[in-house]
């Protein structure tokens, strides 16, 4: 019989309860490697997130749109105070006497600019100082004041017209650390950070007294972030308030801070911190937050108002000194103490910074969009011109063709006129203000088709319909040049057409044309009848020329408009937009080069390289001699015309201009031409409401308004003829080469070859008139 050992019983319970407490260990032991090899495995993606981010990261920067920069040079009149309006919009401050850029100082008969530096699409303009002398209201002279050297030409940096932005509305100015004065960073560093230098990313010492503070205060005074946690909670965490999103936070710094200088930081942190809003925009940077609120670069802040710049990152809308001047100052002054209290400034220099004001400047309302229609149209024109890829880029500076002060005098001149219209006519008066009367300005270069100004009506904020561009409306008379263009393809302004009643079956119903005086004068010249604005002769014109030549004439011109070939259509019956009957006549103005109207000149994307755009071709679509003729008689619509009046105004230099009615008195045009400029002028209701006026009353006017300013001081100019076109002198009312005898006597243009060549039939000269002339011709010779 086996009996059963003891000993050897309790040796096995203990192997086995051993054995038991060793699966906990290794479990433990297990689990642990696990979380190590998983937070390893986890801050190894943490710090590639973070480096990719640093190594990668593009600032959300807005795109800016520039106006064309002012050019000024001797002999250029230009008024002091306009340029002063400039420099002030492009953030130059007054001083004593400039020493730096951004800078002006008045002098008795000029004045001091410190230029700012800007990079030009082809160029890096560096800061400079010069010195604009006038003698009059002329600039005499520009003298670069560090070489004493006459300058030619002096080129005003361009004006920011909008700033727009992707789907987050921000706005920063990018610098690098050395950028930011040094009281500034220590600012910053005293109220935010103070340990910056010495903790790894977290600052336990930092945490325990901002604990200790709080509690003693019984409310929240003090944080215990540091700056690299505030980074990490404001660029790459989502605002969550969870204790998951606390230790991430303090996890990711830990790691950035191994990855990254701590100047690196400290710059990204400068260059990110939320400080303000402009409107709905908000201002990142302190960059952008010094323009905010004291209008200056940020290299030229004082002391107090870096301290108040950093007392502001804690709560920018709560301490925001627009709002709360009072919470400001108490919180800048808090910054100061601080700053004096580690040492970083002197007990003088605390006092003197304690005891000055805030200073900041007043808030520049957002959006301060300049030439509003004109931006919209060229962010409409940008899609035609490049490709979406592009435009969804940030960062790009966008120049364009818009000159600020034509654009300025447009929109005043277009209020102006209208509002005396108001005035002299009862019936034109509206007190609903979405039923007022509306007008609007197009000025453009005709060679180049640079569209300098834009208004598309009275009033952006009340209604953005953009007339120049969005309306559709009878030319009337204005339309009538086109006519004249096809039918001098193969006559001559000293043809002859019948101005006597006719009547024309228009779809079924008799359509008598009548002229504007309701008189008929028999024959007349095409001269006289495009002169006169004679509706008779124009349609038995465009009849004999052919109603489907006209409209290709009008379309190759640049009228896209739908328009039906209905006997009307010589009197501008079908409608256009304002903007297409611009780019016709430039193409007049263009010896028939058709222009493509352009609202950019160039984009360069952040690193200052230039984006392709779409090719535009100039093609040239009608015989340079054939629009000179047309542009000769549009002179004489100044000079004998329906726009004679506009002799009154003394404007100078050669004008060629052409005014417009339409049917029922529902549209007023005015299009003038000099050899620089095209203007057009339109004034009517978006209603169709009769005006009741011609373009000689309603718009010329207006015209005239603008372009005295525009031409003030200008030299006089005359359009060149192109080669091929000759002049002689002939008798109107026969056509004739004029004699002795002639009572009148007009000098005409030709193609060459199509000039008359036989005397006047109703003056012939006598026989003596005919052997002086061959005796002068002999001289010729002999000589």
């Given at each position: 019989?086996?009996?059963?050992?003891?000993?050897?019983?309790?040796?096995?319970?203990?192997?086995?309860?051993?054995?038991?407490?060793?699966?906990?260990?290794?479990?433990?032991?297990?689990?642990?490697?696990?979380?190590?090899?998983?937070?390893?495995?986890?801050?190894?993606?943490?710090?590639?997130?973070?480096?990719?981010?640093?190594?990668?990261?593009?600032?959300?920067?807005?795109?800016?749109?520039?106006?064309?920069?002012?050019?000024?040079?001797?002999?250029?009149?230009?008024?002091?105070?306009?340029?002063?309006?400039?420099?002030?919009?492009?953030?130059?401050?007054?001083?004593?006497?400039?020493?730096?850029?951004?800078?002006?100082?008045?002098?008795?008969?000029?004045?001091?600019?410190?230029?700012?530096?800007?990079?030009?699409?082809?160029?890096?303009?560096?800061?400079?100082?010069?010195?604009?002398?006038?003698?009059?209201?002329?600039?005499?002279?520009?003298?670069?004041?560090?070489?004493?050297?006459?300058?030619?030409?002096?080129?005003?940096?361009?004006?920011?017209?909008?700033?727009?932005?992707?789907?987050?509305?921000?706005?920063?100015?990018?610098?690098?650390?050395?950028?930011?004065?040094?009281?500034?960073?220590?600012?910053?560093?005293?109220?935010?950070?103070?340990?910056?230098?010495?903790?790894?990313?977290?600052?336990?010492?930092?945490?325990?007294?901002?604990?200790?503070?709080?509690?003693?205060?019984?409310?929240?005074?003090?944080?215990?972030?540091?700056?690299?946690?505030?980074?990490?909670?404001?660029?790459?965490?989502?605002?969550?308030?969870?204790?998951?999103?606390?230790?991430?936070?303090?996890?990711?710094?830990?790691?950035?801070?191994?990855?990254?200088?701590?100047?690196?930081?400290?710059?990204?942190?400068?260059?990110?911190?939320?400080?303000?809003?402009?409107?709905?925009?908000?201002?990142?940077?302190?960059?952008?937050?010094?323009?905010?609120?004291?209008?200056?670069?940020?290299?030229?802040?004082?002391?107090?108002?870096?301290?108040?710049?950093?007392?502001?990152?804690?709560?920018?809308?709560?301490?925001?000194?627009?709002?709360?001047?009072?919470?400001?100052?108490?919180?800048?002054?808090?910054?100061?103490?601080?700053?004096?209290?580690?040492?970083?400034?002197?007990?003088?220099?605390?006092?003197?910074?304690?005891?000055?004001?805030?200073?900041?400047?007043?808030?520049?309302?957002?959006?301060?969009?300049?030439?509003?229609?004109?931006?919209?149209?060229?962010?409409?024109?940008?899609?035609?011109?490049?490709?979406?890829?592009?435009?969804?880029?940030?960062?790009?500076?966008?120049?364009?063709?818009?000159?600020?002060?034509?654009?300025?005098?447009?929109?005043?001149?277009?209020?102006?006129?209208?509002?005396?219209?108001?005035?002299?006519?009862?019936?034109?008066?509206?007190?609903?203000?979405?039923?007022?009367?509306?007008?609007?300005?197009?000025?453009?270069?005709?060679?180049?088709?640079?569209?300098?100004?834009?208004?598309?009506?009275?009033?952006?904020?009340?209604?953005?319909?953009?007339?120049?561009?969005?309306?559709?409306?009878?030319?009337?008379?204005?339309?009538?040049?086109?006519?004249?263009?096809?039918?001098?393809?193969?006559?001559?302004?000293?043809?002859?057409?019948?101005?006597?009643?006719?009547?024309?079956?228009?779809?079924?119903?008799?359509?008598?044309?009548?002229?504007?005086?309701?008189?008929?004068?028999?024959?007349?010249?095409?001269?006289?009848?495009?002169?006169?604005?004679?509706?008779?002769?124009?349609?038995?014109?465009?009849?004999?020329?052919?109603?489907?030549?006209?409209?290709?004439?009008?379309?190759?011109?640049?009228?896209?408009?739908?328009?039906?070939?209905?006997?009307?259509?010589?009197?501008?019956?079908?409608?256009?937009?304002?903007?297409?009957?611009?780019?016709?006549?430039?193409?007049?103005?263009?010896?028939?080069?058709?222009?493509?109207?352009?609202?950019?000149?160039?984009?360069?994307?952040?690193?200052?390289?230039?984006?392709?755009?779409?090719?535009?071709?100039?093609?040239?679509?009608?015989?340079?001699?054939?629009?000179?003729?047309?542009?000769?008689?549009?002179?004489?619509?100044?000079?004998?015309?329906?726009?004679?009046?506009?002799?009154?105004?003394?404007?100078?230099?050669?004008?060629?201009?052409?005014?417009?009615?339409?049917?029922?008195?529902?549209?007023?045009?005015?299009?003038?031409?000099?050899?620089?400029?095209?203007?057009?002028?339109?004034?009517?209701?978006?209603?169709?409401?009769?005006?009741?006026?011609?373009?000689?009353?309603?718009?010329?006017?207006?015209?005239?308004?603008?372009?005295?300013?525009?031409?003030?001081?200008?030299?006089?100019?005359?359009?060149?003829?192109?080669?091929?076109i000759v002049t002689a002198e002939i008798d109107p009312t026969s056509g004739g080469l004029a004699t002795k005898r002639c009572p009148q006597r007009l000098r005409e243009v030709y193609r060459e070859g199509t000039q008359p060549s036989r005397p006047c039939p109703l003056h012939p000269p006598r026989q003596e008139d005919l052997l002086d002339r061959i005796l002068g011709i002999l001289e010729k010779i002999v000589r």
């Amino acid at each position: 019989m086996c009996t059963s050992n003891p000993k050897r019983k309790r040796s096995s319970g203990r192997k086995h309860r051993s054995g038991k407490m060793r699966i906990p260990v290794k479990v433990a032991l297990y689990l642990m490697g696990i979380a190590f090899l998983g937070s390893g495995l986890y801050s190894a993606f943490l710090a590639l997130e973070l480096e990719s981010a640093f190594s990668g990261h593009r600032w959300d920067l807005p795109s800016r749109v520039y106006s064309r920069p002012l050019l000024l040079y001797a002999g250029l009149a230009l008024d002091r105070e306009i340029l002063i309006r400039r420099l002030q919009r492009l953030d130059y401050r007054e001083v004593p006497a400039v020493k730096g850029p951004g800078e002006y100082a008045r002098k008795r008969r000029g004045l001091d600019i410190y230029l700012h530096a800007f990079q030009y699409p082809d160029r890096q303009v560096n800061p400079a100082p010069f010195r604009i002398e006038w003698r009059g209201r002329r600039i005499q002279r520009i003298v670069r004041l560090d070489t004493r050297k006459t300058v030619d030409l002096l080129e005003i940096e361009p004006e920011v017209l909008m700033t727009f932005f992707g789907e987050m509305r921000r706005e920063r100015e990018v610098l690098p650390l050395q950028a930011f004065p040094t009281h500034l960073i220590q600012a910053v560093l005293a109220v935010e950070d103070r340990r910056f230098y010495d903790h790894p990313g977290l600052d336990i010492r930092g945490i325990l007294r901002a604990l200790w503070t709080n509690l003693r205060e019984g409310r929240v005074v003090e944080g215990g972030s540091t700056i690299t946690q505030q980074l990490i909670k404001n660029h790459f965490l989502n605002a969550n308030r969870t204790l998951w999103r606390k230790a991430k936070e303090a996890w990711m710094a830990l790691i950035l801070e191994r990855l990254r200088s701590k100047e690196e930081i400290l710059e990204f942190y400068l260059n990110e911190i939320y400080m303000g809003q402009r409107g709905s925009i908000a201002i990142h940077g302190m960059g952008e937050a010094s323009r905010l609120y004291f209008h200056k670069p940020v290299s030229r802040l004082s002391l107090e108002e870096s301290a108040l710049l950093a007392g502001l990152i804690r709560a920018p809308n709560l301490y925001a000194p627009h709002r709360h001047p009072t919470k400001a100052l108490r919180r800048r002054n808090t910054v100061l103490r601080a700053m004096l209290d580690q040492g970083l400034i002197s007990p003088e220099a605390y006092r003197e910074a304690r005891s000055r004001p805030l200073g900041v400047r007043p808030s520049i309302r957002a959006p301060s969009r300049s030439a509003p229609y004109f931006c919209d149209f060229l962010l409409q024109q940008l899609k035609d011109l490049y490709p979406p890829q592009v435009l969804q880029s940030h960062g790009l500076r966008i120049f364009t063709t818009l000159d600020p002060q034509i654009q300025q005098w447009a929109e005043e001149a277009l209020e102006r006129g209208l509002q005396q219209l108001e005035r002299n006519h009862r019936h034109l008066r509206r007190k609903d203000p979405a039923r007022r009367l509306q007008g609007c300005i197009l000025v453009l270069q005709p060679q180049t088709g640079h569209i300098l100004a834009m208004v598309g009506g009275r009033n952006y904020n009340q209604t953005q319909f953009n007339r120049v561009v969005q309306a559709r409306r009878q030319p009337g008379s204005a339309f009538k040049p086109f006519v004249y263009l096809a039918a001098l393809e193969d006559r001559t302004l000293s043809d002859f057409v019948l101005d006597a009643p006719i009547q024309i079956d228009l779809q079924g119903k008799p359509w008598a044309p009548r002229n504007a005086d309701h008189r008929f004068r028999g024959r007349v010249t095409i001269r006289r009848a495009l002169e006169e604005s004679l509706n008779v002769p124009t349609v038995r014109l465009a009849l004999e020329v052919g109603l489907p030549r006209i409209l290709s004439v009008a379309r190759s011109l640049g009228i896209e408009s739908h328009m039906e070939p209905n006997p009307s259509l010589a009197l501008g019956a079908g409608e256009v937009s304002p903007l297409e009957l611009a780019a016709a006549y430039a193409t007049l103005a263009n010896e028939g080069i058709r222009p493509y109207l352009l609202s950019v000149e160039s984009i360069m994307d952040p690193k200052g390289l230039l984006l392709e755009r779409r090719h535009i071709e100039l093609v040239r679509v009608v015989s340079p001699q054939v629009c000179y003729l047309v542009l000769s008689a549009l002179k004489g619509v100044v000079t004998r015309g329906t726009a004679r009046s506009l002799r009154a105004w003394r404007l100078p230099g050669e004008i060629a201009a052409k005014t417009g009615t339409s049917n029922g008195g529902r549209d007023a045009w005015f299009i003038g031409l000099t050899p620089g400029y095209l203007a057009l002028v339109w004034v009517g209701f978006d209603q169709g409401d009769r005006v009741g006026l011609t373009g000689a009353q309603a718009a010329l006017p207006i015209w005239a308004d603008l372009m005295r300013r525009i031409l003030q001081g200008s030299p006089s100019s005359t359009f060149l003829p192109p080669p091929g076109i000759v002049t002689a002198e002939i008798d109107p009312t026969s056509g004739g080469l004029a004699t002795k005898r002639c009572p009148q006597r007009l000098r005409e243009v030709y193609r060459e070859g199509t000039q008359p060549s036989r005397p006047c039939p109703l003056h012939p000269p006598r026989q003596e008139d005919l052997l002086d002339r061959i005796l002068g011709i002999l001289e010729k010779i002999v000589r």
